[in-house]
């Protein structure tokens, strides 16, 4: 099967204005690209080198990571090569992330788990955005007391992640509330 034709919600070019601050001042950004996975019958979204962005980025190589203005300099300079930036949380403590899929329509209308969610998220002061697919959305938190690992359901399309496993995150700016 032939990759299909995906229309990205692409991150603007004011991200880091759409983005709480705390998670802008992190250097954890990446650009990344979007490569068909035939086995998978999806995208699959690789983290590529802010330094060399034509290259692979191991999500424990801490050291080649960079701010998030490196990160969309990269992406920018490499239209339609890459798609985007993303965030690593590999040995992160102190945020956690939460991974909602296949749970929003087109016009970013979540179901009704995932507003549920989403809420609970927003009224604790998270971050919440939809996902580059359009049909899923992204939730980062900052929390100190957290002391758990990383948690998924891929039957519901729910992952938490707190940091304990090797994980990259897309991010898109496109932000989710009761007013958007």
Known sequence: MSAPEH?????????????????????????????????????????????????????????????????????????????????????????????????????GSPTPWARDVLERALAAGGYCERSPSGTGFRIFMQDDEIDDDDWCNHEVGLEVYVGTAPRFLTVTGHPWGPAT
């Open 7 to 107: 229309d990205w919600l692409l991150p603007p070019a004011d991200l880091a204005q759409r983005l709480p601050a705390w998670l802008v001042a992190l250097p954890r950004w990446a650009p990344w690209a979007a490569v068909w996975n035939v086995k998978r019958g999806k995208f699959d979204k690789l983290p590529k080198n802010p330094h060399r962005p034509m290259y692979g980025l191991s999500t424990t190589t801490p050291e080649k990571w960079a701010g998030l203005d490196r990160a969309q300099r990269a992406y920018a300079a490499h239209p339609g090569a890459l798609h985007g930036v993303g965030f690593c949380m590999t040995g992160l403590q102190g945020v956690v992330a939460v991974d909602l899929d296949r749970c929003s329509a087109r016009d």
